[in-house]
């Protein structure tokens, strides 16, 4: 019997090949169609003992969110072994950019033409005004070393979780 | 000696205590000051033996990025053992929502008062046109896990790398 009372094991003790108890902290997280294969890759890239040890040290409450988030991370590094889920923060971070630029130019060509002279595709093709905005979403003009020194990540102390 | 000719261990072997050969996979991607510090947090997330083998299934010119990206996500696990970079992704994807909520705003505001009589932010304060627009930046309300189902992830069959 699982911990959630079934008579199958869960997706992690599947994949794992073990019976499923009810002091299993994978049960909760992994019970779903496709939780042997989520988990397998879970396994593959973090490893079954740091991720339970992970699990074990957080809040009940907090868990479930946590075994998503690895089972994403995972999954995002078994399709990009070279960059994982940083790829998207890097195109979403470039994104940004291009949305900010485009406010931006927005903002001056409602500056610039407050009467409405001029349309807005006209605006667009003002070559001074219009120099800072980026021609395509180029993906490898962001180096991945910039990011190791973001404050985000290493401002704060660490957290002990293991 | 270490593959680097130096003599003093990488960061990797510095936190293994072992010796560091001309066949460590880590010295090219920890050496420098922080290597120890950030291996550290490598080998508590992933593992050092699965970070090696990750390593040594990719093109040597593709390693640095992949030991960066690792490195990223294995520090951003620290800080957050919850979420880890995913939070990134979530705040981003905000991001880029009200960053486009804002063009379709201003362009709307383009539209409706093309020759200029009302002011911005008078058009802003208009209700009916500005419903859409978030009042602030809430990471709650996107749930992670509506990103299990993203085609970005889960469409193309997974990479083999271990």
Redesign the interface.
């Known amino acids: 019997m699982t911990a959630s009372g079934s008579s199958s094991s869960c997706g992690a003790c599947k994949f794992l090949r073990r019976k499923c108890t009810n002091e299993c902290v994978f049960t909760p997280y992994f019970c779903y169609s496709q939780g042997a294969h989520?988990f397998a890759?879970v396994h593959?890239?973090?490893?079954a003992?740091?991720v339970s040890k992970?699990l074990m040290?957080?809040p009940l409450q907090?868990r479930s969110?946590?075994a998503?988030?690895?089972?994403?991370?995972a999954?995002?590094?078994?399709?990009?072994?070279?960059?994982?889920?940083?790829a998207?923060?890097l195109a979403?971070?470039q994104?940004?950019t291009i949305?900010?630029e485009?406010?931006e130019q927005?903002?001056s060509?409602?500056a610039y033409?407050?009467?409405?002279l001029l349309n807005?595709e006209s605006f667009q093709e003002i070559g001074d005004l219009n120099a800072g905005l980026p021609s395509s979403f180029q993906f490898n003009n962001t180096s991945?070393?910039d990011?190791?020194n973001q404050p985000?990540?290493?401002a704060?102390p660490?957290?002990s979780?293991?």
């Not at 998503?68 to 991370?73: A, L, Q, V």
């Not at 999954?75 to 940083?86: F, K, S």
């Not at 033409?113 to 409405?116: A, E, K, L, N």
């Open positions: 989520h890759a593959k890239v973090f490893g003992s740091n992970l040290k957080l907090n969110e946590a998503i988030s690895i089972s994403y991370e999954l995002a590094r078994m399709e990009d072994p070279i960059y994982g889920c940083i998207q923060i979403l971070e994104q940004v949305l900010q485009e406010i927005l903002t060509y409602m033409d407050p009467i409405g807005y991945i070393s990011h190791l985000l990540l290493f704060a660490h957290a979780f293991f």
